[in-house]
């Protein structure tokens, strides 16, 4: 009494091809590995469409979108950073990008790489300790700058290349270059 229906399209790619159950067995042992790489990830990960409404997100997204909306979210997700513009021409693009939560800044790195025609992969790295150690070296050579301006001596601090970094208004008056050649960072030589 049972009727078992089976429609096959000739023309389709893969028509007819068997697969053994080992190999089966492997696709999803990998397929189950990469999702879990995915989802145990830090950095944020998205689909979006060519409207930027998000497709698909990774755990930590989710859970990111979550304690933005204090709660459970739903379809469509929200979007939490702006996107790198893609440049004509290019797969790839990146930037660096703020998310903003409950008064805290939350910096990011946003690379964004072109699936094909409609879809696009966004992948946004935590970039937190790099912001920090961007402003405490701008601070360092704001103090110095501050601490060598007073000196009576003329310093000049050269990096490893020999290029001119740093140097006060005392080597200006000791050596009488003049300021524009300074600040042009010239070398040692």
Request: proline share 7%.
């Amino acid at each position: 009494g049972l009727v078992r229906i089976t429609l096959n399209d000739p023309q389709a790619d893969g028509a007819g091809i068997v697969v053994d159950s080992m190999s089966q067995q492997a696709m999803e042992e990998e397929l189950d590995l990469l999702r879990r790489a995915l989802d145990e990830t830090p950095m944020l990960v998205w689909r979006q469409d060519r409207e930027h409404g998000i497709t698909w997100a990774n755990a930590a997204y989710l859970r990111r979108a979550e304690a933005q909306a204090d709660g459970a979210v739903t379809w469509p997700l929200p979007r939490l950073l702006e996107p790198p513009q893609p440049v004509p021409g290019a797969s790839t693009s990146t930037r660096r990008a703020a998310l903003h939560d409950n008064g805290n800044v939350h910096w990011y790195d946003c690379h964004s790489h072109q699936i094909d025609a409609d879809q696009m992969m966004m992948f946004a790295l935590p970039a937190d300790a790099a912001i920090r150690a961007e402003r405490s070296l701008r601070e360092f050579v704001q103090t110095l700058t501050k601490t060598f301006a007073d000196l009576p001596t003329g310093l000049a601090i050269f990096d490893r290349q020999r290029h001119l970094q740093l140097f006060n208004p005392a080597l200006i008056d000791l050596t009488g270059l003049p300021t524009g050649f300074l600040t042009a960072r010239p070398t040692l030589f």
